[in-house]
């Protein structure tokens, strides 16, 4: 299976457009720093803040760009119009899989939810994953309800942004389904809960690391896993601190791939804050 996935940033030019070079270039280099494949247009991908033709461009690059990795396309939207739409738009540029986060900002009964994947479900043979990150959606499901929700057909994967570990153990247990981790400070505690693997902002700039982390945890040498998992940490909150989308395309511009600037109203990085990341 693909372990680690990288939710790659949109580079984008100085006028505001994608930067296909650039974009490029940053698949190439998570996929030779030991990414197994590529999350494309998600939250890190500042997808909410692209219109659903950028949206379609960026993932139709990004897969010609991969050369046969692994892809999922994010295709998460409010509406179910738009959703399905960028679903079949994935089949079609040659997506692996799909992936949704549930529909928010209304008040949707879990009923609406279930049947927001259901039909998403129908609209491609792809297979599709539910994406919970209730930090962003304000959706949290109970172990029942992802029950329920991984019962549809066509769910295979789950992205888990939470650190209910409880309930992740528990969907886990009973629905066999792969689960991503997407909480990077918390990696190796999701694996020893149960996760598979990871999806994480920070990948972008260490995949490595995820990928030693998940190779020392299945060796059982938990004391060198542990350490590594600090070594991420450190990382992950100096990005926190300081903005991470902005932060990460910072730091991947030191790394030799220019991504540009996050969209507005996402600010830029005070002295300070550049300061702050190029100490660590």
């Known amino acids: 299976m693909k372990e680690i996935l990288v939710p790659i ?24 720093r030991g990414a197994d494949g590529l999350y494309v247009c998600g939250t890190s991908a500042e997808c909410y803040l692209m219109t659903p033709d950028e949206r379609k461009r960026v993932l139709a690059c990004a897969v010609r760009a991969a050369d046969g990795a692994f892809v999922v396309a994010h295709v998460g939207a409010v509406g179910s119009d738009v959703s ?4 079949r738009h ?12 549930p529909p928010f900002a209304y008040a949707f009964t879990f009923d609406e939810v279930y049947d927001y994947y259901r ?36 769910v295979q994967y789950v992205k888990y942004t939470e650190t209910d570990y409880f309930t992740m153990e ?35 700039l260490m995949p490595e690391k995820f990928r030693r982390i998940l190779s020392l945890y299945r060796a059982g040498r938990m004391e060198e896993a542990l350490e590594v998992q600090h070594e991420v940490n450190e990382v992950v909150y100096a990005l926190l601190q300081c903005g991470l989308l902005e932060s990460c395309k910072y730091l991947l511009a030191r790394q030799g791939v220019d991504c540009g600037h996050a969209r507005r109203p996402f600010a830029r990085l005070t002295e300070a804050a550049r300061h702050t990341l190029d100490e660590v």
């Open 170 to 204: 528990r969907l886990k247990s009973h629905t066999g389904k792969f689960v991503y981790s997407g909480k990077d400070e918390c990696f190796l505690s999701a694996l020893a809960a149960g996760a598979d693997g990871g999806i994480g902002t920070s990948f972008n």
């Open 9 to 32: 940033v949109t580079p984008f030019c100085e006028d505001g457009s994608m930067d296909e070079a650039a974009l490029r270039a940053l698949v190439r280099h998570v996929l030779s």
């Open 84 to 87: 399905e739409n960028l679903a």
């Open 119 to 154: 039909m998403l479900g129908r609209s491609t043979r792809l297979p599709l994953m539910l994406y919970a990150i209730s930090q962003s959606t304000g959706r949290s499901f109970t172990a029942d309800q992802f029950e329920r929700l991984l019962g549809i057909d066509g």
């Open 90 to 101: 994935a089949a079609q540029a040659g997506a692996d899989a799909i992936a949704s986060v």
